[in-house]
């Protein structure tokens, strides 16, 4: 039995011409490399981060829904207190519920606005970090 060395031969000499060919690629390679990291870092930092500090925060809101119960206190505003249905309880409902209320939304907005500032500061370190590194 003979091995057919010619097709061997011819297979490892076309391997090594396209070897030798790519390699004249590899600094466009490393270029596109070097463009997706950059490309990946900056989507990782802001729209990955994006959803972490997204979900964060809504379970903050969640958790904060059980103590002010915000939507619950709205839509029973006009309703009376414990159903105590006297003008005491109407009264003393419409004032405890709109204290909640306005407690709720002064919190809730709060958190927001630290939420949008924390964000902000996360999203402003590369820059702060290329304007430093710049100057």
């Known amino acids: 039995m003979t091995v057919n060395t010619g097709r061997c031969k011819s297979f490892q000499q076309k391997n090594k ?22 490309f990946m870092f900056f989507y990782n ?8 500090f997204a979900d964060f925060f809504l379970g903050v809101f969640q958790s904060l829904d059980v103590t002010f119960a915000l939507k619950v206190n709205i839509q029973h ?26 407690s709720g939304t002064i919190i809730y907005l709060l958190i927001f606005l630290f939420s949008v500032a924390l964000y902000l500061a996360w999203a402003a370190i590369p820059f702060v ?3 430093y590194g710049v100057s």
């Open 129 to 131: 970090i290329i304007w």
């Open 17 to 38: 011409k396209r070897y030798n060919e790519d390699m004249s690629f590899s600094p466009i390679y490393l270029l596109q490399r070097f463009l997706y990291r950059i």
């Open 77 to 102: 505003w006009f309703d009376p207190l414990y159903q105590q249905r006297n003008i005491v309880g109407y009264f003393l409902g419409f004032i405890f519920r709109t204290i909640r209320i306005f």
């Open 45 to 52: 930092w802001y729209v990955s981060s994006f959803g972490r």
